[in-house]
C-alpha cells in the first residue's frame, strides 16, 4: 500500500494577515477603476468583504493575546500603549 495515501489531508492554512492585507488593497485598487463591470465589481466587493473580516478577526485575536501577555502576576491587566521601538515622546 502507498503511505502517502493514507496520511490525512492537512486542514487548510489561515490567510497570512499581510497577504491578506495586501489582497485587500488590491481589491480597493480595482474597485476604484471606472472600466470595472457590475458583475466584476460585486465579485470583488464581495472578497473584499470577506478579506477586510479576516483581517479584523486576527487583529482581534492578537490583541487578545497581547492582553494576555500583559496580565500581572495578581490577575490585573497592565493595558500599556504599544509604542514601537524608536518612536518616543521627546
Known amino acids: ?3 502517502t495515501a493514507l496520511k490525512k489531508p ?4 489561515k490567510p ?10 488590491e481589491v480597493v485598487r480595482k474597485l476604484e477603476s ?9 465579485k470583488l466587493f ?3 468583504v470577506g478579506l477586510s473580516r479576516e483581517c479584523q478577526k486576527q487583529l482581534e485575536e ?5 492582553e494576555i501577555l500583559l496580565k500581572k502576576a495578581d490577575g490585573k491587566l497592565a493595558a ?5 521601538e ?3 515622546n521627546a
Open 1 to 3: 500500500m502507498n503511505q
Open 10 to 13: 492537512e486542514p487548510p492554512k
Open 16 to 25: 497570512d494577515f499581510e497577504r491578506s492585507l495586501a489582497r485587500l488593497e
Open 34 to 42: 471606472p472600466q470595472l463591470s457590475l458583475d466584476d465589481a460585486m
Open 46 to 48: 464581495e472578497e473584499g
Open 62 to 66: 492578537a490583541e487578545a493575546r497581547v
Open 80 to 84: 500599556e500603549p504599544f509604542e514601537p
Open 86 to 88: 524608536g518612536e518616543s
